[in-house]
C-alpha cells in the first residue's frame, strides 16, 4: 500500500510539474516595438577621462577617416542586417594592471545591447566592438574590453580604471560634467516595447500620444528599463537630465534590456523603454 501511495504522489507531482511548466510556456507573449514613434532624439559618443586628450584626438580622427571612407555606414549596417562576422576574445582573463597596462587599450562597456555590444558564445562582437579593434589597432595596442554594468562605466574611464567608454552611450550635459566624449558616430531614439496584445497603446499615433497615455496610468503600471541610461532617466525623471518622467507609475531598472523585455513577455512588467535598434533586436529574438 505504501509503494501505492508513494507512486500515486510521484505521478501526482509530475504531473503539477507538467502543468506548471505547460503555463509557463502559455504565459510568454510576443513583444512589439513602437518604431515609428521615438520618444527622443540623442546622439551616441564613446566617454574619454577629461584629460586624455590623445586618445580622444586619436578617436576622433579614427572616426573621421571611418566616416569620409564610408567604412563606418558599412560597419553599423552589417551589424544591423546580420552580415557582421567581427567577433573578439580577450587574450587575458583580468584587466590588465600596472607597467602592462600601457601595452592595452581597456574599453569599458555593457556587452548587452545588441548590436553595438554583444556576446557570441565566448566572444564579444557589435558595432563599438568592431570600432574599439580599429583604434587599439590605431595605437599599436592590444584590446582588452573590460564588460561591466552600465552604470558604472563613466566612473571606471573617469578613475582610469578603463581608458575609454564604448556602449551605445547618449551624450549629455550631466555626463560631460564627469567625462569628455569623442565626436558622435550615431543618432539614435527611446522607443516604447509593449506585449502584441496589448491595447493600452492601440489609438496612439505619435510620440507625444504615447506620453499622454503613460501620464494617464497608475501606479500599477510597470515601465522596465536599463539601469543608468537615457530610458530610465526618461521614464523615472531626472532633472539634471531634463527629463520630467512619469511620477504617476513606476518604473522598474534592469540590469540589461533584455531582461526587462523577457519579464515583458511573461507578464511581470507592462512596457519596456529602451534605445531603438537595441529594442529592435531584443524584440526579434525574444519572440523566436
Known amino acids: ?38 520618444l527622443t532624439a540623442e546622439s551616441y559618443a564613446f566617454a574619454i577621462a577629461k584629460e586624455n586628450t590623445a586618445l580622444k584626438e586619436a578617436a576622433n580622427e579614427l572616426l ?24 573578439y576574445e580577450n587574450p587575458v582573463n583580468t584587466v590588465p594592471t600596472g607597467a602592462d597596462k600601457e601595452n592595452y587599450l581597456i574599453v ?32 599599436g595596442k592590444t584590446l582588452y574590453i573590460n564588460d561591466m554594468d552600465f552604470d558604472t562605466i563613466i ?31 550615431y543618432e539614435s531614439a527611446q522607443v516604447l516595447i509593449t506585449r502584441e496584445d496589448d491595447t493600452v497603446f492601440a489609438d496612439c ?14 501606479k500599477d503600471f510597470i515601465v522596465g528599463t536599463q539601469n543608468g541610461t537615457t530610458g530610465f532617466m526618461y521614464s523615472a525623471g531626472d532633472a539634471d537630465f531634463g527629463y ?25 512588467i507592462d512596457a519596456v523603454i529602451i534605445d531603438k535598434q537595441p529594442a529592435i533586436m531584443i524584440a526579434k529574438s525574444t519572440n523566436e
Open 244 to 268: 520630467d518622467g512619469f511620477k504617476n507609475l513606476e518604473t522598474k531598472s534592469y540590469t540589461t534590456g533584455s531582461l526587462a523585455v523577457l519579464d515583458l513577455a511573461n507578464g511581470k
Open 205 to 218: 499615433k505619435s510620440a507625444e500620444d504615447i506620453e499622454n497615455v503613460l501620464k494617464k496610468q497608475g
Open 155 to 185: 566612473t571606471s574611464v573617469k578613475n582610469g580604471e578603463s581608458d575609454i567608454g564604448m556602449a551605445g552611450m547618449t551624450v549629455n550635459e550631466a555626463r560631460l560634467d564627469l567625462i569628455d566624449f569623442t565626436t558622435e558616430y
Open 108 to 139: 569599458a562597456t555593457n556587452a548587452y545591447f545588441p548590436p553595438f555590444e554583444y556576446y557570441e558564445g565566448s566572444k564579444l562582437s557589435g558595432v563599438d566592438m568592431k570600432i574599439a579593434s580599429l583604434l587599439a589597432e590605431k595605437l
Open 64 to 87: 573621421a577617416d571611418l566616416s569620409a571612407s564610408g567604412e563606418l555606414d558599412k560597419i553599423i549596417n552589417s551589424f544591423f542586417d546580420g552580415t557582421a562576422t567581427f567577433a
Open 1 to 38: 500500500m505504501k509503494k501505492i501511495i508513494a507512486l500515486a504522489l510521484c505521478l501526482t507531482m509530475v504531473l503539477s510539474f507538467t502543468v506548471l511548466f505547460a503555463s509557463c510556456g502559455e504565459t510568454k507573449a510576443k513583444v512589439k516595438v513602437y518604431t515609428e514613434y521615438e
